[in-house]
């Protein structure tokens, strides 16, 4: 069935695509040992909200969302990847699509697990006039996609230090996080990360602001014995 939208706007492909990656742990599983459909949810509703901001340089709440079905499971050990598009634009409403996939480290398997569409509503409240509308989305996609991995996230409350910025521990495991998805999409075995070289922290990352992740594998080394004694815990090298 055709999904109808409203008069204003103009439907169209729509901006290049937002990427949330995460791997699934214990803590974000319900008993059967899958990821929990909550976090799902969550996951699949903090993408969209990051691809409207991006969009609409605005704040945006959720409106509602259609009809989201789990067609299958994603497991503990998987990667998931939460991949959002602006697909409509009103004046002050949008419409994302979100779909999320799951792919194992071995052996490469990649299934889409869910897809659902979230309809956002800006707030800006800044002094704009009463006749501010969103732009128009553009007839065409990006083109062109990159190599190298690209993820997105929003800083919350619960990441940040005690002066509102965003902890520098969460964002060094948040690099490390694309590190090992780089890694072990390339080796298609298990990594670990082995050690990094310094890093500087340019300037401070406030609380709503968004962060993305870039990562790439520039070279790759032979497989090394680490002191646990298997081999395959370091199989491959990212710097």
């Known amino acids: ?56 340089r605005v704040p945006f709440v959720t409106a509602s969302c259609e009809r989201v079905d789990f067609k299958k499971p994603a497991r503990i050990g ?47 409240d ?37 002066v509102g910025k965003m902890f520098g521990g969460d964002a060094l495991a948040y690099m490390t996080k694309a590190a090992f998805v780089a890694a072990s999409r390339h080796a298609r075995t298990l990594t670990v990360l082995a050690s990094s070289e310094r890093i500087d922290f340019q300037r401070p990352i406030d609380v709503g602001e968004i962060v993305e992740a870039q990562a790439s594998v520039v070279r790759t080394g032979r497989p090394s014995r680490p002191p646990c004694g298997r081999r395959t815990c370091c199989r491959e090298s990212v710097i």
Not at 32 to 44: K, Q, R, V
Not at 127 to 142: A, C, K, V
């Open 126 to 162: 800044d002094g704009r006039s009463q006749d501010w509308s969103l732009p128009t989305l553009p007839d065409d996609i990006e083109a062109g996609r990159r190599d190298d991995l690209q993820m997105a996230d929003i800083v919350f409350t619960d990441q940040s230090n005690s």
């Open 1 to 56: 069935m055709k999904r109808e939208f409203p008069s204003q706007g103009e439907p169209a492909r729509g901006p290049a695509p937002t990427a949330l990656i995460g791997i699934v742990f214990p803590g974000d599983t319900n008993h059967h040992g899958t990821l929990f459909g909550g976090a799902g949810l969550a996951l699949m509703d903090r993408v969209a909200f990051i691809a409207a901001s991006r969009f609409g």
């Open 78 to 124: 998987e990667i998931v990847e939460f991949i959002a598009r602006p697909i409509w634009a009103g004046r002050r409403s949008l419409t994302v699509e979100v779909g999320m996939t799951a792919e194992t480290i071995v052996g490469a398997e990649r299934h889409l697990r869910t897809r659902g569409v979230f309809h956002m509503v800006a707030v800006a």
